[in-house]
């Protein structure tokens, strides 16, 4: 399955109730600093309850200009949340059904 076959799928808990649908993933790099290719490890997939579009990188927090396009996005996905990939019990290219009693995280990028 590519990454591609993944975003935009729905996303549902245990109970088959629909959370919004797969906006991002999120990848953690296991080497060492100054490695040039590091392996990249899937930590999670992010959730927006309201559109599968991108953040375009504006969850970071220092990111704010333009002011308009900040704005926006950060309305649109207001309730955005991080699902490790340890909670995610079915990934398909259609639907996500996630483990029940799984954690929602934080989807800002925070230092």
């Excluded at 999670?44 to 900040?70: C, H, K, N």
């Excluded at 995610?88 to 989807?107: C, H, K, N, Q, S």
């Amino acid at each position: 399955m590519n990454l591609s076959d993944v975003l935009g799928s729905d996303v549902v808990d245990g109970a088959g109730q629909r959370l919004g649908e797969v906006s991002d993933v999120r990848f953690a790099l296991d080497a060492g600093a100054g490695q040039l290719l590091s392996p990249a490890r899937l930590v999670g997939i992010v959730v927006s309850p309201r559109t599968a579009s991108s953040f375009l990188g504006y969850e970071r927090q220092e990111i704010s200009q333009p002011w308009p396009v900040a704005q926006l996005l950060r309305w649109r996905h207001k309730g955005s949340f991080l699902v490790l990939w340890e909670d995610i019990a079915v990934m398909g290219p259609e639907r996500v059904g996630l483990r029940p009693g799984f954690t929602a995280y934080d989807a800002r990028l925070t230092r």
